[in-house]
Each structure stands twice: as structure tokens, then as C-alpha cells.
């Protein structure tokens, strides 16, 4: 699999400088994440913006970012599947997965999209 590209454009955010793809999911150059939505705490062990899944990462962000088209529920899908992918081992990205789907779970039942 491609790997997302960055680059810095301020603290702690970043922009995609190549289109990223997967599968039928179009990433496009110009694009800003975060990275991964990790709490401070947890940095040294999980870092936000780790290469090790940040492709995954910003499939899931852009997605999110487009919930009316994709969903939430497919975000986290595919999240998963990417994270297995790319390598990432399977305890990990079942963590990751299960942190994504519970927070989903909670943001949905205290909004009312």
C-alpha cells in the first residue's frame, strides 16, 4: 500500500502534499490533519503522528471529515483494515479500533446529527 505523504504547517498539524488513495477513497493534496486524536498522556507510547500508522490515520480523518458521505461506521471499518494493511500489529490496532468505535459511539449519543 502507498503511504500518506505530509508536511508540517503548523504545531502539531500537517497537510497532505500527494494525493493519497485507497481504494475508491480519494485523500486530496491540501488536505490537514492532526494526526491521531491520542490524549497527551498516552504520547509516549502512542505517538499522534507516528509513520508507523499515520496512513491510516489520515484516511480516517479525511473520512470523518466527510461523514455525511462516508460514516462514521465505515471510517472505523476501514481504519482497522488499513491499520492490519500497513503492517501495524493486531493488538494495536485493535486498541486503536476499539478507542475510534467508543468514541464515536459517545459523540453520537450526545449529538444530534
Known amino acids: ?25 480519494e485523500v486530496p493534496v491540501g488536505f490537514k490533519t492532526n494526526g491521531a486524536d491520542i490524549p497527551r ?8 503522528n ?12 479525511y473520512m470523518c471529515a466527510n461523514k455525511r458521505v462516508f460514516g462514521y461506521e465505515l471510517a472505523d471499518k476501514l481504519f482497522y483494515e488499513v491499520l492490519i494493511e500497513i503492517g501495524v500489529p493486531k493488538w494495536k490496532a485493535k486498541l486503536f479500533y476499539f478507542w475510534v468505535k467508543w468514541y464515536h459511539r459517545l459523540k453520537m449519543t450526545g449529538s444530534k446529527e
Open 41 to 48: 498522556v498516552f504520547w509516549s507510547l502512542f505517538p499522534p
Open 50 to 61: 507516528s509513520p508507523e500508522y499515520l496512513s491510516a490515520v489520515v484516511l480516517h480523518d
Open 1 to 25: 500500500m502507498h503511504r500518506v505523504i505530509v508536511k508540517p504547517y503548523s504545531k502539531d498539524r500537517f497537510e497532505v502534499v500527494e494525493e493519497f488513495r485507497y481504494g475508491l477513497i
